[in-house]
């Protein structure tokens, strides 16, 4: 069965205190990770697409990477504003749209 | 970017009515169009796929006569939660596959809540 699962599932952090939030997947085969970024009440804005092992992203203060078997989300320097919920998805290979989602990591940043 | 909007942002109803929302493609054309329902902290839960000029495909568990879905148009979809009782409540998103540059994505609607009393 295919699987997303998301650590932790809550991580309070300083402001300015880096850490990464970690996406496990186990599926027949992948075409592509998403992460997504959800503030309460609003749906999720997206963030980045990884499709091969070794890939890195950078938007502004996030860098996500894909392995294999994981995906990690960086964050570095982190602001309150950061504070979010943090979605990972994958896409299977097959021609399927439809993406199958963790349950998130719910961060909060304190000033 | 692409922009998905959603109709109404939040709707209040009474046990038994109906209520319909839309989700429409801003500056795109959508021929799939996805429905999700969350729950308070927990993650998308893929209620149905809506495909343009056909029926929607539901998932396993999802009642196709309480959620109703037409896709009419390239950018519209609707959903239509029939009789609605209070374990409707929830915030229900819609989203539309799409490319961000060249990376594919899934654009999401800013969601509707949905009480019901």
């Known amino acids: 069965e295919d699987q997303v699962t998301q650590s932790p599932e809550a991580l309070r952090l300083q402001e300015g205190e880096s850490s990464s939030l970690n996406c496990s997947y186990t599926?027949?085969?992948?075409?592509?990770l998403f992460w997504y970024r959800q503030d309460p009440g609003k749906g999720p804005e997206f963030l980045f697409t990884?499709?091969?092992a070794g890939e890195e992203k950078e938007k502004e203060r996030l860098k996500a990477t894909l392995t294999k078997k994981e995906s990690f989300l960086h964050i570095t320097a982190p602001k309150p504003e950061d504070s979010a919920t943090y979605l990972c998805a994958v896409l299977l290979s097959g021609g399927s749209y439809i993406p199958t989602f963790g349950r998130g990591t719910s961060l909060i940043v304190h000033p | 970017g692409a922009v998905v909007s959603q109709h109404p942002s939040w709707v209040i109803c009474k046990s038994g009515t109906s209520v319909k929302i839309e989700c429409r493609s801003l500056?795109?054309?959508?021929?799939?169009m996805f429905w999700y329902r969350q729950f308070p902290k927990q993650s998308l839960m893929l209620m149905a796929t809506?495909?343009?000029?056909?029926?929607?495909?539901?998932e396993q568990g999802v009642e196709k006569d309480k959620f109703l879905i037409n896709h009419a148009s390239l950018t519209l979809s609707t959903l239509t939660v029939t009789s609605a009782h209070p374990e409707d409540s929830s915030f229900y998103i819609c989203?539309?596959?799409?490319?961000?540059?060249?990376?594919?994505?899934?654009?999401f609607g800013p969601g509707t809540r949905l009480l019901v009393l």
């Open positions: 599926v027949s085969g992948l075409r592509g």
């Open positions: 990884l499709y091969s």
């Open positions: 809506s495909n343009e000029g056909s029926k929607a495909t539901y």
């Open positions: 989203s539309a596959p799409g490319l961000a540059g060249v990376q594919e994505t899934q654009y």
């Open positions: 500056d795109f054309q959508a021929t799939t």
